[in-house]
Every structure is written in structure tokens, then in C-alpha cells.
């Protein structure tokens, strides 16, 4: 028997093997953002506009209402999580419409 260490007892005793790695399962590649879901994604937001309680939401939002926003969402869509992405999404777009709009006033 090959051993790995001059020693046959402890943690690393017996033969000298190679790992066997295997590539990884399907499911821990589920979820990604793949480039076309994301290009369909905006397009139909683009031609779509938003839900209305994304509006809302984008109401609460401009004025600061940050908690009071989440907890709609929540309401809404069902997953604190959830809720916390799609803010963050909101607050992304707000402050692109308002670049976009006043920017180059001056």
C-alpha cells in the first residue's frame, strides 16, 4: 500500500490519489443573467413603461420614503428579498430618468 506521509495513521494516511472533480450541476448556474434574457427584459420594459405599482412605488421613492416603499413592494410582490431587489431597480432607474431629463440643463 503507498501511503501519502511516511505515516499509515492520522488524517491524511493511505494511497495517493487524484480528486475526482466533476463539473458543476446545471443548478447552481440557475438564475443567471444570461446577455438576450436581459436585452428582452428592457426591451419590453422599454415599450411596456412600468406596472402601476412600480409607479407607486417610484412616487414613494422621490419623495424618500425608502421603508415605506420596501414594505409596498413587499405587499406587492410577496418576498422580502424580492421587494429589496426591485427597489434597488427602482431607485437604479429614477436616477437615470433624472439624469437623462436634467442634465444638461445649464
Not at 18 to 27: A, D, E, Q
Not at 30 to 44: A, N, Y
Not at 51 to 62: D, F, G, I, Q, T
Request: charged share 35%; hydrophobic share 30%; proline share 3%.
Amino acid at each position: 500500500m503507498a501511503l501519502c506521509y511516511p505515516m499509515a495513521v492520522g488524517l491524511n494516511k493511505g494511497h495517493k490519489v487524484t480528486k475526482n472533480v466533476g463539473k458543476p450541476r446545471h443548478s447552481r448556474r440557475r438564475g443567471r443573467l444570461i446577455k438576450h434574457t436581459k436585452f428582452v427584459r428592457d426591451m419590453i420594459r422599454e415599450v411596456c413603461g412600468l406596472a402601476p405599482y412600480e409607479r407607486r412605488a417610484m412616487e414613494l421613492l422621490k419623495v424618500s420614503k425608502d421603508k415605506r416603499a420596501l414594505k409596498f413592494i413587499k405587499k406587492r410582490v410577496g418576498t422580502h428579498i424580492h421587494a429589496k431587489r426591485e427597489r434597488e431597480e427602482g431607485w437604479e432607474d429614477d436616477n437615470q430618468w433624472y439624469i437623462h431629463n436634467y442634465s444638461n440643463i445649464g
